[in-house]
C-alpha cells in the first residue's frame, strides 16, 4: 500500500475491506510504522486505520474522534486497540479508552514509546530541553512545525518558540540517510544543536506484539 | 495600501486613536503601538489609562478571538510582543505614579517544564490588570517555589505545564504546601494545555484558568473575596 502523509496528515487511513479480528486504531503518523511492522511480523490478523495525524496539533479532539472510531468499528471486531499514547490529552483519552472497554499504548506520547517508556523516563530529567522528531515529523516538519507556528510568516518568533530548547532530537525509526540530512537542516533552522538516534520502533513493537 | 491612506495616528483623536490602537495590536504592529503609547502620553493620558484603554482592553479583544478560534497562537505572540513593547514604555511611568495594585503573583513553570509562552502571557495580563508579577521562569523546583513564596510574599501562587509528563509536579509542590501548613496562604492557580478543571481540583489547586483572561478574571475574583473575608473577619 503506497500512503500519502499528506492524506495521512489531513484525512488519516480508511481501513482496508476487513480481513483481521483485531482493528488498530492508529495517529495517521504511525501509518508507516505500523504498516512495517505488520509486513516484517506477518500480522495478518490486524487492520489498520488512522485518524488524521494532524490531531498531533490538537490534541483536544482527539478522545472524541476515537471514540466515534471505536463505536463505528466495534461490532466488526473482536478487538480494537488504540495506538495512541497520552498524546497531550492530559489523561482525558485514558479515561475515555477505559470507558469504551479498549486498550492503548502506554506512555506520554510517542516520542517515548519509540525510546522505550523506561528509557525515555529515565533520560527525561536530563534532556527536557530537546525537541523530538520522528521519521514522520521529519518528512512533514513545515505542516506540524513550521507552518502551524506561524513561522513561514512570522521567523522572528523562533526564539519565543524555541529559545529554551537546546538541541534537536531525531528519533529514527529507519535508516534513511535523507531524513537524517533534513532532520540536520530543521535543526538548523530551529537554531538547535542536532542529534540523530536510532530507535526503531520501540515500545511499539513490543505492545502489539502482545495483541493476539 | 496607497500612501494617501495611510493613517496618522498623531491627527485622530483620542477615542479614534485608542480604537486603532486595538487594531494595531490585533495586527501586532509593535511600532504603531510604541508610537500610540507615546501620543496618548504627550496628551496628558496618565499612564495607567493609556495601559488599561490602550493596550489591555485591545488585548482583551485577542484573547476573546483566541478562545473563539479565530486567531491562532502565532498571532497572539505578535500581539503579545506588541503589548509588551507598549508596556515597557509604561512600566517605570507607573511605578512613579502609583498605579492601583490588585495583588502580588509568583509565577512559573514546573520542574523539567520550559515551555513558558503561556506563563508569559498571563505574566503580562495579569500586569495589566494591575497585579505585580513575580515571574520565577522555567523549570522550578518545589525549593524555587517555596523560597519565592517566603521572599515575595504573594497573594498568588501560579504554576504552568505543557507536558502531561510535568503536570503532575503541581501536585507535589501544593502538596508540600499543605504538609508545611502553608497552603492557605496563597490562592493556587494553574494551567497549560494538557490540564483541566477536574486535574486543577484533583491536585488541590483553588482554579484551573485555561487562558491568560481567565487567569486574570480568576485572580480578581479570589482577591475580592480575600478582602471581603478580610473585611468580615
Known amino acids: 500500500m503506497k500512503l500519502d502523509d499528506n492524506i495521512l496528515t489531513e484525512q488519516g487511513l480508511a481501513s482496508a475491506a ?3 479480528r483485531v482493528l488498530l486504531l492508529a495517529c495517521g503518523a504511525l501509518a508507516h510504522e505500523i504498516l512495517a511492522l505488520k509486513r516484517a511480523n506477518g500480522w495478518n490478523h490486524m487492520d489498520l486505520t488512522c485518524l488524521p495525524a494532524k490531531f498531533h496539533l490538537y490534541p483536544d479532539k482527539i478522545p472524541a474522534a476515537v471514540e466515534e472510531a471505536v463505536l463505528k468499528n466495534r461490532d466488526d471486531y473482536e478487538q480494537i486497540f488504540v495506538v495512541y499514547a497520552d498524546c497531550g490529552t492530559g489523561g482525558l483519552l485514558q479515561a475515555k479508552c477505559a470507558e469504551l472497554g479498549v486498550e492503548m499504548v502506554e506512555g506520554p506520547h510517542c516520542y517515548s514509546f519509540f525510546e522505550g517508556n523506561d528509557a525515555f523516563s529515565e533520560i527525561a530529567d536530563e534532556e527536557f530541553t530537546a525537541f523530538y522528531l520522528t521519521d514522520f515529523l521529519v518528512r512533514q516538519f513545515d505542516a506540524f512545525v513550521w507552518k502551524p507556528m506561524g513561522l513561514d ?20 525509526q529507519t535508516n534513511v540517510p535523507a531524513l537524517d540530512e533534513k532532520a540536520r537542516e530543521c535543526a538548523e533552522r530551529l537554531g538547535l544543536d542536532y542529534e540523530r538516534r536510532f530507535t526503531g520502533y520501540g515500545d511499539l513493537e513490543s505492545t502489539l506484539k502482545t495483541l493476539s | 495600501m496607497d500612501e494617501e491612506d495611510d493613517i496618522i495616528l498623531s491627527e485622530l483623536p ?21 508610537e500610540g503609547v507615546n501620543i496618548l502620553l504627550g496628551r496628558g493620558w496618565a499612564p495607567y489609562r493609556v495601559l488599561t ?33 507598549g508596556m515597557s514604555i509604561l512600566k517605570p511611568l507607573l511605578a512613579e505614579t502609583g498605579a492601583p495594585r490588585v495583588g502580588k503573583m509568583v509565577i512559573g513553570t514546573v520542574k523539567g517544564d520550559i515551555h513558558d ?18 515571574d520565577l521562569g522555567i523549570n522550578n523546583s518545589v525549593e524555587k517555589y517555596l523560597e519565592a513564596l517566603e521572599t515575595e510574599e504573594p497573594d498568588i501562587l501560579g504554576m504552568s505545564a505543557l507536558l502531561t509528563t510535568t503536570m503532575p509536579y503541581m501536585k507535589v509542590v501544593i502538596d508540600t504546601l499543605v504538609e508545611k501548613g502553608m497552603r492557605d496562604d496563597y490562592i493556587v492557580l494553574v494551567g497549560g494545555a494538557p490540564l483541566n478543571e477536574e ?18 478574571e480568576t485572580a480578581k475574583e479570589f482577591m475580592d473575596r480575600k478582602h471581603n473575608q478580610l473585611a468580615a473577619g
Open chain 1, 18 to 20: 476487513q480481513t483481521g
Open chain 2, 199 to 216: 486535574f486543577g481540583k484533583a491536585i488541590g489547586a483553588d482554579a484551573y484558568c485555561r487562558d491568560a483572561a481567565v487567569a486574570v
Open chain 2, 14 to 34: 483620542d477615542d479614534e486613536l485608542t480604537l486603532q490602537m486595538h487594531d494595531d495590536l490585533y495586527d501586532g504592529m509593535k511600532e504603531e503601538i510604541d
Open chain 1, 153 to 172: 510568516r512570522h521567523p522572528e518568533l523562533r526564539d519565543m518558540y524555541f529559545g529554551n530548547y537546546t538541541k534537536l532530537v531525531y528519533q529514527a
Open chain 2, 53 to 85: 484603554e490602550a493596550l489591555v482592553a485591545g488585548m482583551t479583544i485577542v484573547g476573546k478571538d483566541f478562545r473563539d478560534g479565530i486567531l491562532f497562537v502565532p498571532e497572539v505572540l505578535l500581539a503579545a510582543n506588541a503589548m509588551k513593547s
Open chain 2, 117 to 134: 509562552i503561556g506563563k508569559n502571557l498571563v505574566g503580562m495580563m495579569m500586569e495589566g490588570a494591575g497585579f505585580e508579577v513575580q
